[in-house]
């Protein structure tokens, strides 16, 4: 059985950074494809960043060059480290694990990750 566990989020000042780590058990964090969303209130859960085996990171175009997805084998844990935060990255964060690879060309969907994490808040004061 696949769980991923978040680190809990927090509040921090516009232009702060704040790192979140999803500890995993049952898989293999180094073969499978490893993924973070967020969600806003009323709206859909997007993908952030994801990264699959042997692939570069994927990021969204509103988080290239201050956020970075990264994965501990030793540890089996993913991290994404969150810089240069903006009010506008307030939202529920969730990891997700998927048993598929795909470039980083690929924008995935929801239903291509089979397991989720629970989510974390992440808020962000201006």
């Known amino acids: 059985q696949v769980l991923l566990v978040v680190s809990v989020g927090g509040l921090v000042q516009a232009g702060g950074s704040l790192r979140l780590f999803c500890a995993a058990s049952?898989?293999?964090?180094?073969?499978?494809?490893m993924g973070w969303f967020r969600q806003t209130a009323g709206k859909e859960r997007d993908v952030v960043a994801f990264?699959?085996?042997?692939?570069?990171?994927y990021y969204v175009d509103s988080v290239k060059g201050r956020f970075t997805i990264s994965r501990d084998n030793a540890k089996n844990t993913v991290y994404l480290q969150m810089n240069s935060l903006k009010p506008e990255d307030t939202a529920v964060y969730y990891c997700?694990?998927?048993?598929?690879?795909?470039?980083?060309?690929?924008?995935?969907?929801?239903?291509?990750?089979?397991?989720w994490g629970q989510g974390t808040q992440v808020t962000v004061s201006s």
């Open positions: 997700a694990s998927s048993e598929l690879i795909w470039s980083s060309s690929y924008t995935p969907t929801l239903r291509d990750f089979s397991s």
């Open positions: 990264q699959s085996y042997g692939s570069t990171p």
């Open positions: 049952g898989l293999t964090v180094r073969t499978h494809t």
